[in-house]
């Protein structure tokens, strides 16, 4: 959790809640998922992957679900939503993600 955050601080952006929602979404996916709160006030939604290959139509589909069930829990939309991952995406994938209105790191 702290190169998550150290990684975000690089970029400009200090959070004042950071915490992880895995089991209060009592999901059964292997991403690590996690609830930040910047200090303007920004609700984000951060997923990092822990996979080491490319992503599918299914984890597109799992992110969606993901982002509805946390947005139910806290009460609220994300307007910044973030996926981590440790390997290079692809051009389709970097596309998707763009549609879906998703930013994301290729390694954190």
């Not at 190169?3 to 970029?11: C, M, P, R, W, Y």
């Not at 979404?25 to 006030?41: F, G, P, Q």
């Not at 549609?99 to 954190?108: A, E, K, M, N, T």
């Amino acid at each position: 959790m702290k190169k998550i955050v150290d990684s975000f601080a690089k970029n400009g952006t200090i959070f004042v809640d950071f915490y992880d929602i895995k089991k209060d979404i009592k999901t059964r996916t292997s991403a690590d998922i996690y609830v930040a709160t910047s200090l303007e006030n920004r609700y984000y939604f951060i997923v990092k992957l822990n996979k080491k290959s490319a992503i599918y139509s299914k984890d597109f589909q799992m992110l969606k679900e993901l982002e509805n069930k946390a947005a139910k829990l806290c009460e609220h939309n994300f307007r910044y939503r973030y996926l981590l991952v440790d390997f290079k995406l692809t051009k389709q994938s970097k596309e998707k993600l763009k549609q879906l209105r998703w930013r994301y790191h290729d390694s954190v």
